[in-house]
């Protein structure tokens, strides 16, 4: 008899054959010693469409609205029908009396084979597999305590009931906005509250006003200090009239002070996905796909986690993985080891933290693609300086009065860099924001309360107040971390919007359907909301747009995977909430927030030479009859990391190569330079060239 395992993807399925001995390979699996592994590739199986329920839903009417499934239907999706038949077949073997489910050890993962196991009517019995890492002995660990499956139902609920309420929330408001609005207005659960901050953070800064305010800086006997800010030049003025060179200032308070910073935490997924956005420029789904790949090549531990510890069972190899891992990374000196820093089971829910394995500390890396050796370094330094001594610093605080001002002068000089010294040494660079240099003041053992200095200068500086700063990918993934944190208890497993493993799609999402928009340059880009977006805030419910609100579905969501509170109760919420929703809105608000604006021709069509102009999801041609346009959501582009734009359209057009730089390759990672050049048939459709520099094309 066989056992059937199910992975995720058919290269975490070889990794898992290649440990039990299914050495064989069929046609859509893997077959040996016993067992048969394959593979789900992705979501096989997907919730069917309104229209699959009842023909009349195929039209968008606000009259049939709200739709609610009396039985909840699913489907095959056709790109995958082939590999659901070769699974379905493998369960209904009748050598086949168990399964073994190994899909990603997670809430997706659960849902993934469990909609495949009930879609293919099995009822024969299966076990979990549940690691955090895919090397070989986690493996073979893993196997030898295979979990009943029972003690993950409750996790398939939470998965079923997150996926429906998404189905719920995501038609029904969808197609009501879009009726009131006569346009597309994609709005979903966790999607329209993030969208909802990126709106709201630029209009705070559109009406700040920026006032100025004034200080006076002196220098006495060579050290700098600062008065308080003043909101009238005058008074700053009236200050400086009696801070001349030669008058004397006093000491008024000298504190001097050894201080420490702790290391920072192991990461989870958003401290990783923050830290490559800020260091690197990645996108929170570049950095998600760069470590699901790394995973799967065994280098790092499961990454879709939100936990920053590792568990007590862990305590007496990480030692020497920390050593092996220094030796891979060139560090020489003994790694310090705080266990105590890095070892917390409580604080540990499905997965630890994101850590090395030790088949990275032997494996050839060369082969890594750039992001990959990128944010491997990162999960790197982090593993090795977590566990570190503080940085150790002299902190000194001056206080100096003059006409009963006082004036402030700070010094931070390092003493030891501690933890600091590893993350340089592979970095390169500080990964840890730093906070900002001050000057040094002078070590003279004379300085006191009460001591007199002499001005030798002082003059007035000029500023002024500065609104908060636009969200970048790692501003608004910590504020999705932290969205009604002040209504969730702080003793909550899961605070915030969406969870570490959704954020990034979440992102992405936003700027597809063109709600925001990503400017400034390659590294540092700024995530603002488009016109679109403001509009969809502005007329959507608070019940919609709400993040306190999505953040308290999220922690029901975990309570629920804790058999802490019922999967119908939550459902019945949310069918609440999608009731009122429908009932409280049936008039459009302002039909004028989504007029179409005056388009503006970017270049000619090659088809048949009219004007291109900008529409909603590309750029088209202006001529009704020719069926010439270039899709902002380009597939060819996409394959290569890039993006269609107005600018790229526009260059295209002129029928002359288009240099495109760090294009990036889907099958390999790694990046390259091309010129594009665009062909367009007599059906209008486009087809896209890349040449290399010897003169290759794709």
Known sequence: MYKLVIAEKPSVAQS???????????????????????????????????????EKYGKWKKEDLPIFPDTWKYTVSSSTKKQFRILKDLMDRSDVDSLVCATDAGREGELIFRLVYEQAGCRKPFNRLWISSMEDQAIRDGFTALKPSAEYDALYQAALCRER???????????????????????????????????????????FVSEPFYTVSLIADGITAVSEK??????????????????????????????????????????????????????????????????EKKLITYPRTDSRYLTEDMKEKI???????????????????????????????????????????????????????AVLDLITARFLSAPGNPCCYTETKLELKKADVIFTSKSRIVTDTGWKAVEKQILGKDATPEKDEKQEIPADS?????????????????????????????????????????????????QGIGTPATRAGIIEKLVQKGFIERTGNKKNKLLLATDKGKSLVSVVPDQIRSAS?????????????????????????????????????????????????????????PVCGSDVVEKRKGWFCSNPDCRFGLWADNRFFASIGKSMTADLAEKLLTGKPVRLKKCRSRKTGNTFDADVTMQAGADGKPSFSLQFEKGKWL
């Open 16 to 54: 898992i054959a290649s440990v039990i001995g299914a050495d064989t390979r069929k046609d859509g699996y893997l077959e040996g010693n016993g067992w048969l592994v394959s593979w789900c590739v992705g979501h096989l199986v997907e919730l069917m469409m309104p229209e699959d329920y009842e």
């Open 165 to 207: 309420a998404d189905w719920l929330v995501g038609i029904n408001a969808t197609r009501l906005f879009s009726c009131l609005y006569r346009q597309t207005l994609n709005v979903g659960r966790v999607m329209t509250p993030t969208l909802a901050m990126v709106v709201e953070r630029d209009a705070e800064i559109q009406n």
């Open 230 to 295: 003043f909101r009238e030049r005058a008074d700053a003025e009236k200050l400086l009239a009696v801070c001349r060179p030669g008058e004397i200032v006093m000491i008024t308070s000298f504190q001097k002070s050894d201080r420490k910073e702790n290391p920072p935490k192991l990461y989870d997924l958003t401290t990783l996905q923050r830290d490559a956005n800020r260091i690197l420029g990645f996108t929170a789904q570049q950095t998600l796909d760069y470590a699901q790949s790394l995973y």
């Open 319 to 373: 030692p020497v993985l920390l050593e092996q891992i220094a030796r891979k990374s060139g560090i020489t000196e003994k790694i310090t080891v705080r266990m105590e820093s890095v070892i917390n089971s409580k604080k540990v829910s499905d997965h630890h933290a994101i850590i090395p394995t030790e088949y990275m500390a032997a494996a050839d890396t060369g082969s890594l693609s750039a992001g990959e050796k």
């Open 446 to 494: 004379s300085l006191c309360e009460g001591k007199n200095l002499t001005i030798q200068n002082a003059e007035i500086k000029e500023g002024r107040t500065e609104p908060k700063k636009h969200f970048t990918e790692d501003t608004l993934l910590s504020a999705m971390e932290k969205a009604g944190s002040g209504e969730i208890p702080e003793e909550a497993e899961r």
């Open 549 to 605: 609100l999505t953040a308290d579905w999220e922690q029901k969501l975990l309570q629920v995977e804790k058999k802490d509170y019922g999967s119908d109760r939550f459902m019945q919420e949310i069918r609440g909430m999608v009731t009122d929703l429908v009932r409280d809105n049936q008039n459009p608000q302002n039909q004028d927030l989504f007029r179409k604006k005056e388009t503006k021709a970017i270049g000619k069509c």
